[in-house]
């Protein structure tokens, strides 16, 4: 910190005048920088691993509980709930925005994913407006951390290739299943970015969606076998009304075929069923969901061009809780994960002004999953 005398300042103000100057604009901006925040809130951003260590000792000190969101943008009612969550439960909740290339594959097309930092924040500050409303919560939002890739790959990114060198947290075999086995760096990539996210801002708490349930495996996994000090937190999958999971990448659907999106949850659904009537095999469960999918496909299928969707199915899981490995049966005491992965075809013969969806409707990727709980004795 300088500190100039009056008099020094008057005595040499003609002779040093070129040189404060600068001096005086370059600390304003240094210190505009440092109190970057959302408009009209006291959300701090904040855009360096250094910023969030400095905002984050003192709170360290006062013994103050932080919990962790992590989110790559494009935010929605899944992501606010767990903000709600994390704000009944820590004093300081931190946002993370940040698209992390290496959790997409080469193949995929990161360019095109929603950045939408302007409205993530009109949102941001709207629930921090409800969360000061709500005598309930122990903390708010105080700061979102939304860093460039250089700054999260300090040693350069190391690509998105299969044989790419470079630091990564890789778990198998878990990370080769499911999800895994067709987007083969996925997992890589999350745990990867993740851990660096838990390393910056050190939360007690982070905060993920049941949605993508091998990532909320993985990331247990991650914390447990390198004795992390962080406890995992998983909120229930946020759904639109006719059961569709919200996701980011629901905007790449458009009209035609976010009717027909709600297939997989439906398939899964019909899943479950089966179960809960008491069957445990593994092929009484799965075809029923088998059959949702390829009958609304038939039906679709026997529709023009102009008005049909079509999707192909990756795959439709029937998983142990714990590790994501195939069950031939489910034990009653220990219940199953049904999940699954659907891609939404491009629409055949688009209509004049029909709405394709963000980016002109793309190929879409959806998952979704139920977790069949324990059956009672």
């Known amino acids: ?220 996994k991650m914390v447990k076998d390198f004795m992390l000090p962080t406890e995992v937190i998983v909120g229930p999958t946020s759904r639109e009304p006719d059961g569709l999971a919200l996701s980011s990448r629901n905007v790449y659907l458009g009209d035609r075929r976010r009717k027909v999106a709600t297939v997989l949850h439906r398939a899964l659904e019909a899943a479950e069923t089966q179960y809960l009537n008491g069957a445990l095999d593994r092929e009484s469960i799965l075809q029923a969901a088998n059959a949702v999918a390829a009958d609304t496909l038939k039906e679709q299928m026997g529709l023009t061009p102009e008005n049909r969707v079509t999707y192909e199915v990756d795959y439709i899981s029937l998983a142990d809780p714990s590790t994501m490995e195939e069950l031939k049966e489910v034990d009653p005491k220990a219940g199953g994960i049904l999940s699954g992965a659907v891609k939404m075809l491009p629409v055949e013969s688009p209509q004049p002004g029909e709405d394709l969806g963000h980016s002109g409707g793309p190929a879409v990727r959806l998952i979704d999953n139920i977790v069949l709980q324990p059956l009672k004795s």
Not at 10 to 17: L, P, T, V, W
Not at 157 to 180: A, D, H, R, Y
Request: overall charge positive.
């Open 1 to 220: 910190m300088l500190a100039f005398t009056t008099r020094s300042l008057s005595a040499s103000r003609a002779f040093n005048r070129p040189l404060i100057r600068p001096l005086i604009r370059t600390m304003a901006t240094a210190r505009r920088q440092a109190i970057e925040k959302i408009p009209s809130t006291p959300i701090r951003v904040l855009r360096t691993v250094d910023a969030v260590r400095k905002w984050r000792k003192p709170h360290m000190l006062d013994h103050r509980l932080v919990g962790l969101v992590p989110t790559m943008g494009a935010l929605h009612e899944g992501h606010l709930s767990l903000i709600r969550a994390a704000a009944r439960e820590t004093h300081h909740v931190v946002v993370s925005i940040y698209v992390n290339p290496a959790q997409f594959g080469i193949k995929e097309d990161l360019s095109s994913y929603p950045v939408t930092w302007e409205s993530d924040c009109k949102i941001l500050a709207g629930l921090d407006r409800e969360l000061a409303d709500d005598g309930g919560n122990l903390g708010r939002i105080s700061a979102v951390f939304a860093p460039t890739t250089s700054e999260m790959y300090p040693s350069g990114f190391p690509g998105q290739e299969i044989g790419s060198k470079g630091s990564f947290v890789v778990l198998t075999p878990i990370s080769e299943l499911l999800e895994g086995g067709t987007r083969p760096t996925f997992f890589r990539g999350v745990a990867t970015v993740c851990m660096k996210l838990f390393n910056i801002v050190q939360p007690e708490k982070v905060y993920f969606g049941q949605k993508d349930v091998q990532q909320t495996v993985v990331i247990r």
